[in-house]
């Protein structure tokens, strides 16, 4: 079972290379907390990618990483300096590099969302371990909603 209570913070505005500096923060954290033995640990290690990959690109840049383990749950907090926040695109374009980020995020974690905070915001996922998954939650908020597999 992963550690709980556990939660570490990354401050990235201004770092170069923000994603895999991200990418190896939340692997070696993973590791730590015991959560690399669960299927879930590599659709974390994706979600923090877009995640951070989008703040870089669309919200003036990443300014901070925060992951969480609680119970069976994991957190990844991204805090950013745009204060609009995110939506996915409505039309997606197979094959087209860009404007899929925010789907893969709601693909892989179970709930996902965003809300104001200070001179920007946060976007938030959580992911569950094997076994507690709810399914993609449409954001904006923290209910789970149920999908038949």
């Known amino acids: 079972m992963p550690v709980r209570g556990q939660c570490r913070r990354l401050a990235l505005s201004g770092v170069r290379g923000p994603v895999g500096k991200g990418r190896d923060f939340t692997r070696k954290?993973?590791?730590?907390?015991?959560?690399d033995r669960h299927e879930s640990a590599e659709d974390a290690l994706l979600v923090v990618s877009e995640l951070?990959?989008?703040a870089a690109l669309h919200?003036?840049?990443?300014?901070?990483?925060?992951?969480?383990?609680?119970?069976e749950t994991l957190r990844i907090d991204v805090l950013d300096g745009a204060t609009a926040l995110p939506r996915p695109r409505a039309a997606r374009r197979p094959g087209v590099p860009g404007g899929h980020?925010?789907?893969i995020v709601r693909l892989l974690?179970?709930?996902w969302g965003s809300y104001p905070h200070d001179t920007g915001k946060v976007?938030?996922?959580?992911?569950?371990?094997?076994?507690t998954r709810f399914g993609p939650a449409a954001g904006g908020g923290p209910v789970p909603v149920p999908v038949r597999r």
């Open 29 to 35: 954290a993973l590791r730590d907390w015991g959560w």
């Open 52 to 54: 951070v990959t989008n």
């Open 109 to 111: 974690s179970d709930r």
């Open 123 to 131: 976007v938030w996922a959580e992911i569950e371990t094997a076994g």
């Open 59 to 71: 919200a003036h840049g990443c300014h901070e990483l925060v992951l969480t383990a609680a119970e």
């Open 101 to 103: 980020g925010l789907h």
